[in-house]
């Protein structure tokens, strides 16, 4: 018979031989004293920690105006949707929350999903079905969900180096003028900090007659006058057709959305199977996102704040020697270039300095690019980063790992 127990066995020791075995640190936040949060160790005894790797950039997961929209939901309207979209589960702070995203992106209609994971993977998927013969032209460096909806599509693709315009015109030019065609990228790249060239990709769809389709899943909230991404501070907004945020990130709460022309939302809304089965979001969490888009609209100090303490990192690890890596945004990667190592450093990060930083591994980076990835927001002090950069001094002699000429 077969020895499942065996296979799962073997699974789990491959990426445990591979050094890239996942453990979760087990934290509970603290609200109003965010980024530090209460560790629970394996025995049961609790340290207080600060979060360096956090996705909430801007600490709006604990914002008074979203806790406060979130609790007068729960208490109004209960705690679940109530049922999918189709049956029962389209609630008015939903319905508003879909208007107010629209509007932040300058498109006639936005649509929710359960995540950003889901709107990126449900809306390629279907994108492929409603345009039969679409060929998709995809970043190298793409995330794991647009991956997966243009995988699942099945249709024509071709992946074009990371940022490289030149190589995405050359498969662009090769593909037959009148077939449909989508380039599918990202602004804010989340691993190494880089930033599409949003104009350039722009020109190249028109030229060649494509549709646009950008994730702003590590942009929006933070770039842009009133925080709608990288295409609001590029002025590019109406040469995206689709864009695609999460709500889990710099907004603080949970879920995912693409915004564009209302012809193309109704086209998704009416096709995409992980739209259309799954429960929607529950009210108290579509409403908690409403009050944090709103305020962050309302709020570009918070943005200004944010870039001022990734660039105060970025500067204070160089003048350490600390090999930071070359990035154009808020994302502080710090090149450690071995699987074993970096989960090393993070560990004793953890445990003798507080600091947690998750050490980011094959399969999220190359082999060999293994690296940890700091998130300042504008809630870590000055005071947080001497400790953070003392501790980093200190565990890159201990640990004897390569200091600034091997920056990335
Ligand atoms: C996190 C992430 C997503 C998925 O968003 P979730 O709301 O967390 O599911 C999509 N795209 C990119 C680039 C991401 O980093």
Not at 184 to 209: N, R
Not at 288 to 314: D, I, M, N, W, Y
Not at 335 to 341: A, C, E, S
Not at 355 to 382: C, M, W
Request: aromatic fraction near 6%; proline fraction near 4%; include cysteine.
């Amino acid at each position: 018979m077969y020895d499942y127990k065996a296979a799962f066995k073997t699974a789990v020791e491959q990426v445990k031989s591979e050094g890239r075995y996942r453990v979760f640190a087990d934290l509970r936040r603290v609200r109003g004293q965010f980024p530090k949060a209460i560790r629970r160790r394996a025995d049961g005894s609790e340290q207080e920690v600060v979060v360096w790797c956090s996705n909430d950039y801007l600490g709006m997961g604990q914002h008074p105006a979203v806790i406060g929209a979130m609790r007068a939901e729960l208490e109004a309207a209960g705690a679940g949707a109530g049922g999918t979209r189709n049956i029962s589960g389209t609630t008015r702070s939903a319905v508003d929350l879909e208007a107010e995203l629209a509007a932040w992106h300058r498109k006639e209609a936005a649509l929710l999903f359960t995540s950003g994971y889901v709107a990126n993977e449900a809306t390629l998927t279907t994108l492929q079905r409603i345009l039969p013969g679409l060929i998709v032209f995809s970043d190298s460096l793409n995330h794991a969900s647009m991956i997966a909806g243009i995988r699942n599509g099945g249709g024509e693709r071709h992946i074009y180096a990371h940022n490289d315009l030149e190589h995405l015109e050359a498969l662009l030019a090769a593909a037959p003028a009148d077939a449909p065609k989508l380039i599918a990228f990202e602004s804010v790249y989340s691993m190494d900090g880089d930033i599409a060239d949003l104009a350039g990709t722009i020109t190249l769809a028109e030229t060649y007659g494509a549709m646009t389709y950008l994730d702003e899943v590590h942009a929006v909230g933070l770039y842009g006058a009133t925080g709608a991404g990288v295409a609001e501070r590029d002025g590019v907004l109406d040469g995206i057709d689709i864009v695609e945020c999460t709500l889990g990130k710099a907004v603080g709460v949970m879920g995912g959305y693409i915004a564009a022309d209302a012809m193309i939302v109704d086209a998704v809304r009416s096709w995409a199977a992980g739209f259309i089965f799954t429960t929607s979001l529950p009210p108290a969490l579509t409403a908690g996102a409403l009050a944090s888009v709103r305020h962050l609209k309302a709020h570009p100090e918070l943005r200004e704040a944010h870039q001022e303490r990734a660039a105060t990192l970025k500067a204070r690890f160089a003048a350490a020697g600390i090999p930071v890596m070359r990035s154009e945004s808020h994302i502080v990667p710090v090149f450690v270039g071995d699987p074993v190592h970096a989960k090393m450093i993070s560990d004793l990060l953890l445990e003798e300095h507080g600091v947690y930083v998750q050490p980011i591994n094959y399969p999220t980076v190359p082999k060999g690019a293994e690296r940890l990835r700091f998130t300042p927001s504008p809630n870590h002090t000055d005071a947080m980063m001497d400790d953070l950069v003392a501790a980093m001094d200190r565990l890159w002699t201990h640990c004897n790992v390569a200091r600034l000429p091997a920056v990335a």
